[in-house]
């Protein structure tokens, strides 16, 4: 028996009362020099005829019952039906309507009976490019590994053919155990007693997570007392984002020169990723701004950092999440933008040392409150919009350093697509690829009507900080 981590478990009873918990990516395609007028066809064809093992995180599907004692454990799928997993869409080549397309599909709910995750092979595009729609459920993966997972399956060499598709099992076959055999299924003294032994090493493994918890507390009271970088739950305004979603997605997405990113940290002594999210807190606030909606008080971000091993093979990591949480003020309070980036900077610096000295887990537990806070009033049927616990979701997501190429077709962008939630109706994830960072936009469509306007409003707070900083 695998029981599933705190938090995944916690997701799967959130999603039962609120919003799909899946993430996803979008891959923009050309097709090679080449290739006839049916090669995607053909792509979709042999993807579908694919009869190689499956990636292990992508054969398992969550289980609760009497069998496990109320416990969510993890259940393995001997046989994938592909064609339930592998769609084909077109679109008639208007970029509008394949985001549209994308906030359709995004919308969906993933099926709890099997493997939750889906691909969608998207053609029509304009100058005869193709899309993949990849979205998988976040209790089987995170952001960091579902982009590692996607980016092995891809190569480096445009000459390279007959490459399997991202979901294939990349691992030794005929050793996963290390023994030459597949391990052998579980007797009838295991399967009973498996729920007992689960409930046993969640409790034991508890105890030190709730040393970890309450030592966690205490220093962000300590933090809270002499700092301005840690926020307490409630401590961010309400704003429209904190809302209950409707049942319509909106996404959007851009990219832009990674140089132009790293030109501006390496002037104001910051990291990359500070930068991005000073941008995003910058878009934010003049959207907000533009409609008189603009809180006094500044927005707070919520910022998942990771702590994965980036030693550890991505094919052989079972666990699903591997990610703390942060609560970073965004200075939209601030009209100086060098301002806003040093205060993202100061308190992003902070954060990554908690979460890496405290662990995924108890950072998570320690920020239950400000989750709460954010993502059960909205459910309530009196919502108070005086403060919430954050604003919005700002995340960043290392993909491929150089030009990547499936099968002979140049991965031309790639765009993160994230999860929506009552209580945090926009969520912004940046992706960095080869020699550019791309800003993708997921929202509520009640709530940002006209997503489409963060594009070139991400243009004008770059080139913003540019200025500040003093580059022509």
């Known amino acids: 028996m695998h029981p599933l981590d705190p938090l995944d478990a916690a997701m799967m009873a959130a999603e039962l009362v609120s919003s799909p918990m899946h993430a996803g990516a979008v891959l923009i395609l050309s097709p090679p020099a080449d290739a006839g007028p049916a090669y995607v066809d053909e792509l979709y064809r042999e993807a579908l005829a694919a009869n190689g093992s499956i990636d292990p995180r992508l054969r398992r599907y969550p289980h609760r019952g009497i069998d496990t004692a109320g416990i969510w454990v993890w259940r393995d799928s001997e046989r994938l039906d592909l064609s339930r997993h592998c769609l084909h869409r077109n679109v008639s080549g208007d970029y509008d309507g394949f985001w549209r397309l994308i906030g359709e599909l995004d919308a969906q709910r993933l099926d709890r009976s099997r493997p939750m995750w889906m691909s969608y092979l998207i053609d ?51 050793n996963r155990d290390g023994s030459g055999s597949p391990p052998a299924a579980p007797g009838l003294v295991s399967r009973l007693t498996g729920p007992v032994r689960a409930l046993l090493d969640t409790t034991a493994s508890g105890v030190g997570l709730i040393e970890r918890v309450v030592t966690g507390e205490l220093s ?91 030693g550890v093979d991505p094919s052989i990591d079972q666990h699903g999440n591997m990610f703390g949480l942060w609560l970073c003020p965004l200075g939209t309070n601030l009209d100086d933008p060098i301002a806003r980036l040093r205060l993202i900077h100061g308190s992003m610096s902070e954060g990554k040392h908690w979460v890496a000295k405290r662990g995924s887990a108890a950072s998570l537990l320690t920020n239950a409150a400000s989750i709460a806070a954010t993502v059960v009033a909205p459910l309530l049927p009196f919502t108070p919009k005086i403060r919430t616990g954050f604003n919005i979701p700002i995340s960043h997501v290392p993909g491929p350093r150089v030009e990547m190429y499936w099968n002979g077709a140049h991965i031309e962008e790639i765009y993160p697509v994230s999860t929506v939630y009552d209580g945090m109706a926009l969520n912004v994830t940046t992706c960095s690829y080869a020699d550019r960072i791309g800003f993708g936009y997921a929202a509520s469509r009640d709530v940002v009507p006209d997503i489409e306007t963060l594009i070139p409003l991400t243009e004008q707070c770059l080139a913003e900080l540019e200025s500040a900083v003093g580059i022509r």
């Open 124 to 174: 029509g595009l304009a100058d005869r490019r193709f899309a993949f729609y990849i979205k998988v459920h976040h209790t089987l993966i995170d952001g960091v590994a579902g982009l590692r997972m996607i980016a092995d399956a891809l190569s480096n060499d445009p000459k390279r053919r007959s490459m399997p598709p991202f979901y294939a099992d990349n691992r030794d076959a005929d």
């Open 220 to 310: 962000t009271l300590m933090d809270g007392l002499v700092g301005y970088t840690t926020k307490w739950p409630f401590a961010a305004p309400y704003t429209r984002f904190n809302g209950r979603l409707g049942t319509e997605r909106a996404v959007c997405a851009g990219s832009w020169a990674k140089d132009r990113i790293q030109t501006v940290q390496e002037k104001a002594g910051v990291s990359a990723n500070d930068v991005v999210t000073a941008i995003v807190a910058a878009v934010v606030r003049l959207w907000l701004g533009g409609r008189g909606e603009l809180p006094e008080r500044s927005l707070v971000g919520v910022c998942p950092i990771t702590v994965r091993d980036r």
